[in-house]
């Protein structure tokens, strides 16, 4: 079983929908949680970063933790065409931070 | 500069010639991390820099992989005896060692591509 766990499946949405991403991991030592967004040919770009359990929201993006179920999501509110990218989910145990990653999810938001 | 800078940002070389990939964190930030991306993979880890500690070499996936870091500043990772299956982006991230758990900020990766 890998560590972290993301439907590469790509997602197509229209302009103005909600998107949502999640992912599951199976190491309950991670505590440490992020969703990068990757343009083609650029490296990732921090977009969230959460501690532990809980919400927190930053404009249109929304990051869920729920510890209990090793689970953790993305909401994107009123997507954009320029929200067309790849999103990685990526955690860490804290010490040494070496992040685990999902495989990323393809969005294309169509205008 | 203010970001992570990597060079080459494109490599193309023949099987079994070695390969030198640079790697300029921020300035400032002491932990430095090589990961390799391969075509529909998630990134994996290759090697951990902090410091002058040793570093954690636990990612390199064979002994042709190694990397290099002088001090807090510039790393090099390189490839010996390249096969084909090394053919990825390699991506380079860096992050101050202020507190457990800060976020690791990422270069635009070398697209290493092996013939």
């Known amino acids: 079983q890998k560590e972290v766990e993301q439907d590469p499946g790509p997602l197509s949405v229209p302009e103005g929908a909600i998107v949502s991403l999640n992912c599951t991991y199976s190491n309950s030592a991670f505590q440490y949680f992020m969703w990068y967004r990757q343009y083609s040919r650029k490296g990732p770009e921090l977009l969230m970063y959460?501690?532990?359990?809980g919400n927190k929201e930053d404009g249109r993006f929304t990051a869920q933790v729920d510890k209990s179920s090793k689970y953790i999501s993305l909401f994107i509110r009123d997507s954009q065409p320029s929200d067309s990218a790849t999103y990685l989910c990526?955690?860490?145990?804290?010490?040494?931070?070496?992040?685990?990653f999902g495989k990323g999810n393809q969005v294309v938001v169509i205008p | 500069g203010a970001g992570v800078s990597q060079s080459p940002s494109n490599k193309v070389t023949e099987k079994g010639k070695d390969v030198e990939l640079r790697c300029d964190p921020i300035s400032g930030h002491t932990a430095l991390y090589w990961y390799r991306q391969r075509l529909g993979q998630g990134l994996e880890f290759l090697i951990y820099f902090q410091g002058n500690s040793a570093p954690d070499k636990s990612g390199l996936p064979s002994d042709r992989f190694s990397a290099e870091r002088t001090g807090e500043s510039v790393s090099t990772l390189t490839i010996q005896r390249t096969q084909q299956e090394d053919s990825a982006v390699y991506l380079c991230?860096?992050?101050?060692?202020?507190?457990?758990?800060?976020?690791?900020?990422f270069g635009d990766g070398t697209r290493l591509s092996i013939l």
């Open positions: 991230a860096s992050r101050p060692q202020t507190a457990p758990g800060q976020p690791q900020h």
């Open positions: 959460t501690y532990s359990s």
């Open positions: 990526a955690m860490s145990a804290g010490g040494n931070n070496r992040l685990a």
